[in-house]
């Protein structure tokens, strides 16, 4: 079984106790905010190495590694082969640094998007204007419907109905 496989069916065992699946989460969110801290101090460096080396590096257990390569892997620059992982297979974390904002705000993981390495990043307005850009992103607009009677926007000055409503 593929480690992917074998995280997902750790963190997302519907068979497990809620108890126990919240403190599980609640134990991985405090290792991922603690990685992410590390990842951010420098965010140009591209950090590479095995899955099982980088689990290592980040003193994380192999599923608690497994898991973060799975979270992160939409905001890196060339995205891992997670699907197929193994141990000894090579990963990058060379992420992109907006992206990588951006899902965290559209993750709503305020723990992690407002690591105070962030500001180090970006200036505080160039961060509210993604965290504006994001929570938009998902936002439907919906435009106001032309009524029967009011008057043409094709500018000709009739109603819609006698012009372009016909």
Sequence with gaps: MALLEQWQ??????????????NFWTRYFALEKSVYEKLLEHPDEAVEGTVKELAEKYDLELMAMVGFLDGINDSLITPNPIET????????????????YKNMVD????WLYELPQW??????????????EQKNAGTIRKEKKIGR?????????????HCCGR
């Design 9 to 22: 069916a750790i963190a997302y065992n519907e068979q497990a106790d809620r108890g126990e699946l919240q």
């Design 119 to 132: 500001k180090e990043i970006f200036t505080e307005d160039k961060l509210k204007a993604l965290y504006k």
């Design 85 to 100: 992982m193994e141990e000894d297979t090579m990963v990058s974390l060379a992420f992109d640094k907006e992206k990588l």
């Design 149 to 161: 009677n009011d008057p043409c926007p094709c500018g000709s000055g009739k109603k819609y109905k």
């Design 107 to 110: 993750a709503k993981a305020d």
